[in-house]
């Protein structure tokens, strides 16, 4: 079974752009969740969709957003880029399968590394 | 809310020692926790968990165990191999909480490597 995956695995942007990163999960995973990687806060959580809507959402700034479509397939934007937005993004998928406990295992992408000039 | 306090890096061993990366959680309810490994340029890969107390979670030979009375998960190998340098992340997921859905928060990471 593929893993996930995700695209771009690398990009370029400047300041006050925009960016759209996709993830496509595992196969019938149904929930995605996005993360952000950077040297200074390390790991964090961005916000996680189930069903095509958003069931959580980190401390991030609105620029942040997400979607998810009706195949689980996701994507994250970020508008008005910042330097501080240069990161590795990191997106993971769970079965989400009603009735079990919430404590899923999350596999993870091999990331979108964004750079902010 | 919910922290993960990991031991900082870098740690550096000589092949075939032995590995331990402590790991130590504030958490409310009964959350799960993972152990997480990361090579150079890639993404995560799930090394382990455990998802209730005294649950021992192992892969690899990499052993840790879910010690509610301590609130730690601390990872362990007897013989460290050159392929075992990365970094490994602690994470705590969110249990019986359904607020927390599948968020997972992360220690800070520890760099290990081995040397041969």
């Known amino acids: 079974k593929a893993g996930v995956t995700q695209t771009p695995r690398y990009l370029i942007k400047t300041r006050g752009q925009q960016v759209t990163l996709s993830c496509s999960p595992i196969?019938?995973?149904?929930?995605v969740s996005w993360y952000q990687q950077t040297p200074g806060q390390g790991l964090q959580f961005l916000f996680e969709?189930?069903?095509?809507?958003?069931?959580n959402k980190g401390n991030f700034p609105g620029r942040f957003s997400g979607r998810q479509f009706s195949n689980s397939r996701s994507e994250m934007n970020v508008s008005t880029l910042e330097l501080g937005d240069s990161a590795l993004y990191l997106c993971?998928?769970?079965?989400?399968?009603?009735?079990?406990?919430?404590?899923?295992?999350?596999?993870f992408g091999p990331g979108t590394r964004l750079l902010v000039l | 809310g919910n922290s993960v306090t990991q031991m900082e890096g870098p740690v550096t061993l000589s092949e075939e020692a032995f590995l331990t990366i402590n790991c130590t959680y504030t958490?409310?309810?009964?959350?799960?926790l993972f152990w997480y490994v990361q090579y150079p340029g890639e993404g995560l890969q799930l090394l382990l968990k455990?998802?209730?107390?005294?649950d021992k979670g192992s892969n690899k030979g990499f052993e840790a165990t879910y010690r509610k009375e301590t609130t730690s998960f601390h990872l362990e190998k007897g013989s460290v191999q050159v392929s075992d340098s990365a970094v490994y992340f602690c994470?705590?997921?969110?249990?019986?909480?359904?607020?927390?859905?599948?968020?997972?928060?992360f220690g800070g990471g520890t760099r290990v490597l081995v040397k041969p």
């Open positions: 993971a998928s769970s079965l989400a399968v009603p009735g079990l406990p919430y404590q899923e295992t999350q596999y």
């Open positions: 196969s019938g995973h149904r929930s």
């Open positions: 455990a998802t209730k107390a005294d």
């Open positions: 994470a705590l997921g969110g249990g019986t909480s359904k607020a927390a859905g599948n968020k997972l928060t």
């Open positions: 969709y189930f069903s095509e809507t958003q069931r």
């Open positions: 958490a409310t309810g009964y959350p799960s």
